[in-house]
Nanobody, 125 residues
Framework: QVQLVESGGGLVQAGGSLKLSCAAS????????MGWFRQAPGKEREFVAV????????NYSDSVKGRFTISRDNAQNTIYLQMNSLKPEDTAVYYC??????????????????WGQGTQVTVSS
């Protein structure tokens, strides 16, 4: 059973930066793609970024491309999301997630079957 624990959320002014972390345990971490997703009040959970097991493939949603950077440290079983130039519309609960299948990769929420508890990111204008 994989466990994911996010940290690093908080309140920041527009234009500021935050770095989220997600520590994983329970699977061979480097075999699995990991993703960041977010959910704003009244909206569906949406894809933000994904990184393959070895870090060779990365994708971002159009809304964060050029501002956010996903990375991973397989020795530490941790992934990160560096968020720069934050906007009020980035306000949401951010979740990290582990893909359901080893050696697979996708941006679809339903392909991820392990989720962290979420961390709140609030960007004030």
């Amino acid at each position: 059973q994989v466990q994911l624990v996010e940290s690093g959320g908080g309140l920041v002014q527009a234009g500021g930066s935050l770095k989220l972390s997600c520590a994983a345990s329970g699977r061979t971490f480097s075999n699995y793609a990991m993703g960041w997703f977010r959910q704003a009040p009244g909206k569906e959970r949406e894809f933000v970024a994904v990184i393959s097991g070895r870090g060779s493939n990365i994708n971002y949603s159009d809304s964060v491309k050029g501002r956010f950077t996903i990375s991973r440290d397989n020795a530490q079983n941790t992934i990160y999301l560096q968020m720069n130039s934050l906007k009020p519309e980035d306000t949401a609960v951010y979740y990290c997630a582990c893909h359901r299948s080893a050696y697979s990769y996708s941006v679809r929420t339903n392909d991820y079957n392990a989720w962290g508890q979420g961390t709140q990111v609030t960007v004030s204008s």
